[in-house]
């Protein structure tokens, strides 16, 4: 992948984001089938993967598209994959700082926990439920075979090689081996593990027959498995040769390919052009009948000239193209990759299944407050940790790698799995009337459809983001210190941007709305949508005191109908961060028993804030069923306070939450079947 250095902001993760919630797989599972005809569970490799003309196929001569994801930062450790790109990218760099804080035997150690942690069956399962039929494995040199030996291979190294083939055959899936980082390195950038100290791949010719010798070996181990679907041979090669002539590129890839078909005649070979995969000049015509060029992309528009170079190649050359590497963008300008490869029949691989404190990989491995203070560290803003800490540190950071333990980005699966074939949304969370609805809950879908923001993709060096925290759209989310949260609010909001929400409303009522914002100037302004319709007025929000300083403004007066619903948040004018919408139903009202209306009231709980018992008074005009019931902000029931018949006249009700820890609470009051919500501060 290209060297990059995204600044990111660390932020709270709810336990409700740690789980991948199997219904929304189910759901994407389901769309696939309908739409794509695709099935995961049909794709197990019946014979080996070939070409046909401009097409990758079966052993059958039918069409396999790839929809593959990479599995970056296993066996060739990339800095910004574990924020360490200021002071450490290559994998070696990466090495010898860990070494020279614990020791070679506990770097060795801190190694195997993470290699045995970071890709395991799970990762495999996952990717399969999640639609995928293609893992591209890359993998530095030196995992086969020691840089300082040789000839001498490495059982234990191959054994992870292993393992991800039989795990993707299990699961119905092909592998694609990618060489990521060649004996000396076949590009000048970190990436390839390059050390400008030391002759490269292009400057030693030792380096090059070694680089032949190893695909030889693997070509061996590999050349009747079914499930490996090709050999990418090097990884984003990135030297100027003299003369700007890639002949001595092609001249390696040729001995590589004989040096392979002396003993494989099965698998595909994957050629990248130079200059990062992008740059086929002097790599035709092809030198082999099961070959495609694989190119990658990143950073630039997704329309038909950003590819036009490619196509070309494919029709002079009658050569399958692939897309072997793509992503480190917004969940838009993946669905609009995606959707440019679909309509050009390209199959793709994306970069890459988990990085550390991500939002835009499907897994983030969550930082520990430990792993931070190391990274201080080692960028000069803290004193040395002792062995132990540092190595505890690490530990940590191995061990929560797991699958089991990462934040599963399921906007980032829907953005690739889903949106590319439709503009219809789907809820990201449960958002119930009365309640609260958080602002950064808004749905899933496409720019202009779930939400608009003007600043949405990364298309020549700008962020998409500028918050980098809990989801991977253009919509700017940060970490939100009010009470309550759900950890996040949405900020830098700019007039003319606006956000949708897939409500349920319980029950048919008229309600009152708590904004809960923040302002350093005031000037914002928004209205609210339901459905069609504009509800209430203009909604101005003066100056709070600062973007974390935060306020609430009340509007009442909303007659919502039962039912789900399409709210939508438009933003007239910005300079304010939004947490939530808070929905109570009104504080009287007419209904009927036996035909006949009757007339109740409800008055406010006090005292509010409560540290332990509220008192909750309501009237009766005649006769009626009371339920009272307290829940907590997830809408989880937490006591039942009283429930029966209850005469005419004034009522008084206590309600001891001694035992509850502090927080919000919203006490609801049902009338006779109507429903009356009060939220209730409780301070310890």
């Not at 070309?312 to 917004?330: C, D, M, V």
Request: neutral net charge; charged residues 20%; hydrophobic residues 35%.
């Amino acid at each position: 992948m290209m060297e990059m250095n995204i600044g990111a902001r660390r932020g709270n993760n709810t336990s409700s984001h740690r789980k991948i919630e199997m219904c929304y797989i189910k759901k994407v599972i389901v769309f696939l089938i309908v739409t794509c005809g695709f099935l995961a569970g049909s794709l197990k490799a019946q014979g080996f993967i070939t070409v046909k003309g401009q097409k990758i196929v079966d052993s059958k001569g039918i069409e396999v598209y790839f929809k593959g994801m990479g599995l970056g930062g296993w066996l060739e450790p990339e800095g910004y994959m574990f924020g360490m790109s200021s002071f450490a990218n290559s994998p070696s760099q990466i090495r010898n700082k860990i070494e020279k804080l614990v020791g070679k035997t506990n770097a060795d150690t801190l190694y195997s926990y993470f290699q045995r942690n970071f890709v395991t069956e799970d990762d495999i399962k996952a990717l399969h439920s999640w639609g995928f039929n293609l893992v591209r494995l890359p993998f530095h040199y030196s995992i086969l075979t020691p840089p300082d030996s040789p000839g001498v291979y490495s059982e234990i190294g191959f054994s992870f090689l292993d393992s991800v083939v039989a795990w993707c055959k299990r699961w119905g899936m092909y592998v694609i081996l990618d060489m990521h980082c060649a004996p000396g390195g076949q590009s000048d950038q970190t990436i390839s593990d390059y050390d400008p100290s030391v002759p490269s791949l292009w400057q030693d010719t030792l380096k090059e027959s070694r680089t032949v010798e190893i695909w030889k070996r693997i070509a061996s181990r590999y050349y009747k498995e079914t499930a490996i679907a090709g050999y990418d041979l090097l990884n984003e090669p990135r030297w100027d040769f003299p003369g700007g002539d890639n002949k001595p590129l092609r001249d390696l890839y040729v001995r590589i390919t004989r040096a392979i078909r002396s003993i494989d005649t099965n698998h595909i070979i994957y050629i990248e052009g130079n200059q990062y995969a992008t740059d086929f000049t002097g790599l035709t015509p092809p030198w082999d009948p099961k070959m495609v060029y694989s190119f990658h992309k990143y950073w630039n528009q997704n329309d038909q000239s950003s590819i036009q170079n490619y196509l070309k190649l494919r029709s002079a050359y009658n050569i399958p193209l692939w897309l072997g590497e793509s992503g480190e963008n917004s969940n838009q300008w993946y669905v609009d990759c995606i959707k440019l490869m679909q309509q050009n029949d390209i199959g793709w691989s994306w970069w890459t299944l988990k990085k550390f404190n991500t939002i835009n990989s499907p897994l983030n491995v969550v930082e520990t407050p430990e792993y931070r203070q190391l990274l201080d560290y080692w960028n000069g803003r803290s004193s040395p940790p002792s062995t132990d800490a540092a190595y505890n540190a690490l530990l940590e950071m191995a061990l929560k790698s797991h699958f089991r333990d990462c934040v599963f980005q399921k906007d980032v699966i829907d953005a690739m799995m889903r949106q590319p074939y439709t503009y219809a949304t789907l809820p990201f969370a449960e958002n119930v009337i009365p309640g609260i609805i958080y602002a950064d809950n808004y749905d899933m879908g496409n720019d202009r459809y779930a939400y608009l923001d003007s600043v949405y993709q990364n298309i020549g060096g700008s962020p998409w983001n500028n918050g980098w925290s809990y989801r991977n759209d253009g919509v700017d989310l940060e970490p939100c210190l009010d009470h309550p949260s759900n950890g996040y609010d949405v900020g830098w909001i700019s007039g003319g941007e606006w956000l949708k929400y897939t409500v349920s409303v319980v029950k048919a009522d008229t309600y009152s709305v708590d904004i809960r914002y923040s302002s350093a100037n005031g000037g914002g302004k928004l209205v609210i949508q339901m459905d069609s319709n504009i509800v209430g007025n203009v909604i101005s929000l003066p100056k709070s005191g600062g973007l974390q300083s935060w306020a609430t403004i009340t509007v009442n007066g909303f007659y919502l109908t039962e039912g789900a619903h399409a709210l939508r948040l438009f933003f007239i004018t910005g300079g304010f961060n939004l947490n939530y919408l808070m929905f109570s139903s009104g504080v009287n009202g007419i209904s009927q028993v036996n035909g006949r209306d009757f007339k109740y009231e409800v008055d406010n709980i006090f005292p509010n804030p409560s540290s332990s018992s509220s008192v909750i008074k309501y009237t009766l005009s005649s006769t009626s069923h009371v339920e009272i019931e307290f829940f907590d902000i997830l809408g989880q029931v937490v006591a039942k306070v009283f429930s029966g018949e209850e005469n005419p006249g004034e009522h008084t009700v206590i309600a001891n939450m001694g035992g509850f820890p502090s927080g919000i609470y919203f006490c609801r009051i049902l009338i006779n079947g109507r429903i009356n919500t009060r939220k209730l501060f409780l301070i310890k």
